[in-house]
């Protein structure tokens, strides 16, 4: 008698089975939510792998995180993915995968995406007491591959307790920057996409207070497409100031973002890494 062979299947850490049955509906609010094309979901992985990660999390002592520290935020990131916990590295490898990104364009419309695994301007995010991030629409262009264009943010949340009062909240703002149009608590297994356009004004901008011992705490990946237009050039991260901001911190933020512009072309000119600039920046730093 043939004895059956057992298969073992990798596992999955994205659960197709159940987004992909809400796929056309999730599209047609994507397509129309307000104020730019975006989609808030809860419980984006199965819970256990969101309690893996929230566990696993990195505490932002170690040398490893870049500091992104100067007048429009006040936040820690970790792009290397070698240095990821386990979890972590299965995780982005799901939500860099062939099966993710089609996914991905059933969601958005947007065909043709491509993943990056270095993970530019990425990776772990965390923001202690104090931290901020001003209103922005991100860089559109990869530094290191010009003819790729940004497409789309995933941001997933691993907060596994988040007061509204402590701030945080990243809020969605309208193109002329009049108002605030939504707004999604950092909360674990919740996830926020979005397009990245010229006009996708995000942030969180009011400073943390939350306890000196609690982070904000997310996963951020970037998707592109190849763009065959050699005319076609993108920006630099767009910082804008808020209707109800002081003169002197408005022009604080655009003096900011002309200084982000020149780091993002010296970037592209000479392969500078954030993580060299932070080194420097914590050199000084320590010198005050």
């Given at each position: 008698m043939?004895t059956?062979?057992a298969?073992?299947?990798k596992p999955?850490l ?5 987004w ?8 047609k ?5 307000a104020?730019?094309?975006h ?13 893996a ?5 990195p505490?932002p ?11 429009n ?5 970790l792009t290397k993915?070698e240095?990821?916990p ?7 490898e799901?939500?860099n ?14 065909p043709?995406?491509?993943s990056d ?6 990776g ?5 007491r104090?931290?901020f991030?001003?209103m922005?629409?991100?860089?559109t262009?990869h530094?290191h591959h010009?003819n ?5 943010n995933?941001?997933?949340?691993l ?8 701030h945080?909240?990243i809020?969605l703002?309208?193109k ?5 149009a939504a707004?999604?608590p950092?909360?674990?297994n ?24 609690v982070?904000r ?7 592109y497409?190849?763009?065959n237009?050699p005319?076609c050039?993108?920006h ?6 808020r209707?109800?901001d002081?003169k002197?911190?408005a022009?604080m933020?655009w003096l900011?973002k002309k200084a982000?512009?020149l780091?993002s072309?010296?970037?592209?000119t000479f392969?500078?890494?954030?993580d060299?600039a ?8 320590r010198?005050?």
């Open positions: 043939a059956a062979t298969t073992t299947e999955r994205f659960p197709y089975s159940r992909s049955q809400e796929l056309p509906t999730l599209s609010s994507y397509g129309n939510a104020p730019f094309p989609i808030h979901l809860d419980n984006f992985l199965d819970a256990e792998t969101a309690s990660l929230a566990d696993e999390f505490a002592s170690s040398d490893a995180w870049i500091q992104y520290k100067h007048f935020e006040n936040k820690s990131g993915r240095m990821f386990p979890t972590f590295q299965k995780v982005v799901e939500l995968s062939p099966d993710f990104l089609a996914w991905l364009s059933g969601l958005t419309g947007i043709g995406l491509i695994p270095t993970l530019e301007g990425g772990l995010h965390q923001s202690s104090g931290g991030l001003n922005h629409a991100d860089f262009m530094h010009k790729w264009r940004r497409r789309l995933l941001i997933l949340y907060n596994p307790v988040w007061q509204a009062e402590w945080g909240a809020e703002w309208d002329d920057m009049r108002h605030c707004s999604v950092p909360l674990l919740h996830a926020l996409i979005f397009s990245t356009t010229d006009h996708s004004y995000h942030g969180f901008p009011e400073k943390l207070t939350c306890p000196e011992n982070s705490k997310s996963l951020a990946l970037y998707y497409t190849i763009e237009d005319n050039v993108g630099s991260t767009n910082y804008q100031a209707p109800g002081a002197v911190k022009t933020i900011d982000v512009h780091y072309r010296a970037k592209e392969g500078i890494s954030d060299f932070s080194k420097v920046l914590g050199f000084l730093s010198k005050k």
